[in-house]
T-cell receptor, first 111, second 113 residues
C-alpha cells in the first residue's frame, strides 16, 4: 500500500534560518508528489508539485523541493524562514488518482 | 475570483443524526474532492466527484456519501453519526478529474456530542 511519511511531527527554527522538512513515500513507481501548507485560519494551499523532469522544483513563497528517487524522498526546503511561515506542512502523493497525505509537520518560527 | 466555499463553517450534532455539508468550487472547476482531517488520522481522502459522477472513493464506510450537481457544487452526507466522525471536513476543487486538489476551502468543523 502507498504511504507517505513525515518523520518530524514538530520543528522549531529561528527566523532567518534555513529549513528542511522531510518526506518519504512508499510506492513501486514514481508518484506525483506535492507539498501543501495549512496556516491557522486559512485553508490548505499548494506550495509545489513534482510530476517528472527536473528533480528540483520551485514553489511559491520561496520554497523548493528535491525529488530523490534513490531515497524515495521529496524534502521541502527554504533558505531563510520568515515568521509568517509558521504553519502545518503536508507532503502528499498521488497514485492512480488516489491522493494520500502525510501526517504533517508543524513548524514554529522563533524570533 | 471567489475561492472554494464550504458551508456551514461549524456544526454540532449528536450521535445517530445525519448531516449534509456543502462545497462550492471555484468557478470553472469541475472536480470536487472531499477530505476528513482528524488529529489521529490526519488528512484522509473521502471521494472525488466530476461531472456529477463519483470517480474515486477512499476507504470510508457507506455512511459517508456525496453527490455533485450540474453546476459542480457538491454535497457530502454522513448518516448515523458516530463520535469518531468529529473532524474538519475539507473540500477541494480542481479543473479536471484526476488533477491534484488545487484549491481548498476553509472546511466545516463537525463536532459530535
Amino acid at each position: 500500500a502507498q504511504s507517505v511519511t513525515q518523520p518530524d511531527i514538530h520543528i522549531t527554527v529561528s527566523e532567518g534560518a534555513s529549513l528542511e522538512l522531510r518526506c518519504n513515500y512508499s510506492y513501486g513507481a514514481t508518484p506525483y508528489l506535492f507539498w501543501y501548507v495549512q496556516s491557522p485560519g486559512q485553508g490548505l494551499q499548494l506550495l509545489l508539485k513534482y510530476f517528472s523532469g527536473d528533480t528540483l522544483v520551485q514553489g511559491i513563497k520561496g520554497f523548493e523541493a528535491e525529488f530523490k528517487r534513490s531515497q524515495s524522498s521529496f524534502n521541502l526546503r527554504k533558505p531563510s524562514v520568515h515568521w509568517s511561515d509558521a504553519a502545518e506542512y503536508f507532503c502528499a502523493v498521488m497514485t492512480g488518482n488516489q491522493f494520500y497525505f502525510g501526517t504533517g509537520t508543524s513548524l514554529t518560527v522563533i524570533p | 475570483k471567489a475561492g472554494v466555499t464550504q458551508t456551514p463553517r461549524y456544526l454540532i450534532k449528536t450521535r445517530g443524526q445525519q448531516v449534509t455539508l456543502s462545497c462550492s468550487p471555484i468557478s470553472g472547476h469541475r472536480s470536487v474532492s472531499w477530505y476528513q482531517q482528524t488529529p489521529g488520522q490526519g488528512l484522509q481522502f473521502l471521494f472525488e466527484y466530476f461531472s456529477e459522477t463519483q470517480r474515486n472513493k477512499g476507504n470510508f464506510p457507506g455512511r459517508f456519501s456525496g453527490r455533485q450537481f450540474s453546476n459542480s457544487r457538491s454535497e457530502m452526507n454522513v448518516s448515523t453519526l458516530e463520535l469518531g466522525d468529529s473532524a474538519l471536513y475539507l473540500c477541494a476543487s480542481s479543473w479536471d478529474w484526476g488533477d491534484q486538489p488545487q484549491h481548498f476551502g476553509d472546511g466545516t468543523r463537525l463536532s459530535i456530542l
